[in-house]
């Protein structure tokens, strides 16, 4: 679940209102109301960055999803972009089937049943890209976006995937659990 605060509830160090510092107290929010509450909001603004990363991050003719540089998986010195600048990795895909398992199920609370089964659909392709292209037997690899060269390194970024948990075929989980 995502934590966040409300109006009111001390940002700035006092009790009221934060807009106008009228003093009056906001009514209370419920993170999953309807009519533009906190998820109806933040739905379209997640869907974007999801819509970004699916869109944007793609080599041509390719599935998987990319980063152009290590920087953007947070883990710029990993060894895993020690032999290309634009490389597709497990960890993105697993990441990008969190988000949008998420999402579907935001979109449920939120009454849009049409894009939860988008979203479900489209996590359900991703997992399948990330088993059938970056998975090699026995662990996770990297892939060149551009040369379509695999390897595999030493960086715990090619562990990430794991956090799938009960959405990876037993044999997978047991070839990751034996690796570590």
């Known amino acids: 679940m995502i934590p966040f605060r409300s109006a009111g509830s001390g940002l700035r160090g006092r009790s009221g209102c934060n807009r106008c510092r009228c ?29 970004f ?3 944007s991050r793609r080599a041509r ?17 990993a060894t895993t972009f020690d032999r290309e600048r634009v490389v597709e ?3 993105l895909a697993a990441f990008l089937v969190l988000q949008m398992r998420e999402l579907a ?7 849009d049943p049409g894009a939860a089964a988008d979203w479900s659909a ?3 392709r991703m997992r399948s ?3 059938a292209e970056l998975w090699d037997g026995e662990r996770f690899v990297a892939r060149g976006a551009h040369s379509g060269r695999t390897w595999s390194s030493s960086s715990l970024l090619d ?3 794991i956090v799938l948990c009960e959405e990876l075929p037993a044999p997978v989980s047991a070839a990751r659990l034996r690796s570590t």
């Not at 003093?23 to 509450?37: A, K, M, V």
């Not at 199920?105 to 009454?111: E, F, S, V, W």
């Open 23 to 51: 003093g009056r107290r906001p009514r209370p929010r419920t993170w999953l109301s309807q009519g533009g509450g906190l998820a109806g909001r933040n739905l379209p603004a997640a869907g974007t960055l999801g819509a």
């Open 53 to 55: 990363l699916l869109d």
């Open 61 to 77: 003719g390719r599935e998987p999803r990319h980063y152009q540089h290590g920087n953007d998986s947070g883990w710029d010195n």
């Open 89 to 91: 990795n497990a960890d």
């Open 105 to 111: 199920r935001l979109a449920t609370d939120l009454g």
């Open 122 to 124: 489209a996590a359900d």
């Open 129 to 131: 890209t990330l088993l």
């Open 159 to 161: 562990l990430m995937p």
